[in-house]
């Protein structure tokens, strides 16, 4: 049965999904890059992400490609796709990864202002959905058919999603860097009453990495 995934969702050793001042020039905000330091070198990402050859292998590399398997469809938070708030000014924007974005299926991304769909190279079609998170997750599966929906984040995506109990499973990776302040992505969350247990757990020479499954799922 298809489920819904979070892959390669970095927090810090405090909790922390991005950090504070998120702009244009920090997307992830103050440190944030530094959360996904175990991400970056790997073969998947050098290929998905950057259009590069080579790249390192082992833990991180197994968790980073799982994460592409079998998806047929993201579900993005706003600030995942751009750096606008409110309205859209004009239709410039079409994402943080240019004209060839590494989703490569159809993206549904969570906004209070409508704005047309944006096809891209590669197979990613940008659509974007007013209606909240369960309309969201009901177009996705419908564009995902048999195959997964991958919730790509943001912090705020996430818990929302976690609190309505529509996440099969989940894979944080914890990276061994303090932020101090930020977006917080299980505080207040009570996991174990949402019926999640940690089924892996694999530690690299910079993340450990955690599979949170929902018993229900």
């Known amino acids: 049965m298809p489920q ?10 405090d909790g922390y999904g991005a950090g504070r001042g998120q702009d244009l020039d920090h997307p992830m905000g103050a440190g944030g890059r530094e959360l996904h330091q175990w991400a970056l070198p790997t073969r998947t990402f050098q290929r998905m992400v950057f259009g590069a050859d080579g790249g390192t292998t082992g833990v991180d590399e197994d968790f980073a490609a799982r994460g592409f398997r079998n998806v047929g469809a ?5 600030n995942m796709f751009g750096p606008v708030r409110g309205p859209w000014p004009d239709m410039e924007w079409k994402g943080w990864w240019g004209d060839n974005p590494p989703y490569h299926v159809p993206v549904f991304v ?12 590669g197979g990613t079609v940008f659509h974007f959905v007013t209606g909240g998170i369960h309309e969201a997750l009901q177009q996705a599966r419908a564009a995902a058919g048999a195959q997964d929906v991958r919730i790509g984040g943001g912090v705020a995506t996430l818990r929302q999603y976690l609190l309505a109990g529509l996440i099969d499973e ?3 990776a914890i990276a061994p860097v303090l932020l101090g302040s930020g977006e917080h992505l299980l505080g207040d969350i009570d996991l174990p009453a949402l019926g999640y247990e940690c089924t892996q757990f694999a530690p690299s020479g910079k993340a450990a990495h955690v599979v949170l499954t929902r018993r229900s799922a």
């Open 170 to 172: 989940l894979h944080i």
């Open 4 to 13: 819904v995934r979070v892959e390669s969702f970095t927090i810090s050793l």
């Open 74 to 78: 993201w579900i993005l938070g706003r």
């Open 110 to 121: 969570l906004t209070h202002h409508a704005r047309p769909s944006v096809t891209m190279e």
